[in-house]
């Protein structure tokens, strides 16, 4: 089976401030420089024919690159995202309109639509039940912003599971253009 989801990867200046500011929750599982992306669909397992299928199917996904911004930050406290600790992204509807295309393209491919609601953003940490509070942390970075920065390529990852928790494999790029 092949763990996949669909994202885009920050530019270096992005993922320099965001690990910048990756401190002060004790008992986060704080993201490293090779696990920051924007999710763009989240895909599952699947065997490798449709993994096969999902990877022509992006090829046929035609946007443009997205300047995009770094806007606040947030918490996910429940749910199917679990507990995690997020940077937003703006404009939201030049990555909701990529989101659209890439899960029509994957529904073509016989894949089920998503069904969850979309919320751009780049998790910054994972958090334990047993992790402290993480209000301070929020209040700091709230007016998190950045400069607009160019996001030119998709890129279809593959997620392993390891003892100190996940790595992500890119599998194939796809230029936006």
Do not use: N
């Not at 092949?2 to 320099?16: D, G, T």
């Not at 709230?142 to 279809?156: E, G, I, K, N």
Request: proline fraction near 7%; avoid cysteine.
């Amino acid at each position: 089976m092949h763990r996949l989801f669909i994202a885009l990867r920050p530019p270096p200046a992005m993922r320099r401030k965001l690990l910048d500011i990756m401190d002060g929750v004790d008992g986060a599982r704080w993201q490293d420089d090779e696990q920051l992306h924007l999710t763009i669909r989240y895909v599952g397992a699947v065997e490798r024919p449709i993994a096969e299928d999902i990877a022509v199917a992006l090829q046929a996904v035609h946007a443009p690159a997205l300047d995009l911004a770094l806007a606040g930050v947030g918490r996910f406290d429940t749910g199917s995202r679990g507990r995690a600790l997020w940077a937003g992204v703006t404009p939201h509807d030049a990555v909701a309109a990529l989101h659209r295309k890439v899960d029509h393209a994957l529904v073509r491919a016989g894949l089920p639509p998503e069904g969850r609601a979309f919320l751009p953003h780049i998790t910054l940490a994972r958090l334990k039940r047993s992790s402290g509070p993480v209000e301070s942390f929020l209040a700091a970075h709230a007016a998190l912003t950045s400069a607009a920065m160019r996001f030119d390529h998709l890129v279809l990852y593959e997620s392993h599971l390891g003892p100190d928790g996940a790595w992500y494999e890119p599998v194939a790029r796809y230029t936006l253009a």
